[in-house]
C-alpha cells in the first residue's frame, strides 16, 4: 500500500512542478521521508506525516489511498481544477466534460 501512496504523492508532486524539498518544507517533514515515501521504503508512517503532505499538495488524506494508474496529463489537469475557486472550477469543468463529449462523438461518427 505504501507504494502506491508514494506513487500518488509523486504524481501530484511532478504535476504542480514542486521540488521534494519544497514539497517537505510545506508538510513540515524531511526531504528523506518525502524520497522515502516515494520510493516506498517507509516502514511506519504517522497518519499526522501523511496528512500534512496530503494538505501540501492540496490533497485530502483519503486521496493518498485512492490507487490510480493517472498519467501526468489528468493529475495536472485535477490539480489546476481543485486549486480553482468553486465557480469557475464548475465552470471550467462543464466546458472540459462538453469538449470531451464533442471529441468522443467525432471519433464515432467519422467524416
Partial sequence: MIESIGKII???RVAQHLTIATLAEAAGVSDSYISRLELGTVKDSHVSKLNNVAKALGLKL??????????????ELISKLTSLPNDQRKITSKHIL???????????DPV
Avoid at 62 to 75: A, G, H, I, M, R
Avoid at 98 to 108: G, V
Fill in 10 to 12: 509523486h504524481q501530484h
Fill in 98 to 108: 462538453e469538449l470531451i463529449n464533442i471529441l468522443s462523438k467525432n471519433e464515432e
Fill in 62 to 75: 483519503s486521496d493518498l489511498f485512492t490507487d490510480t494508474d493517472l498519467d501526468p496529463y489528468t493529475v
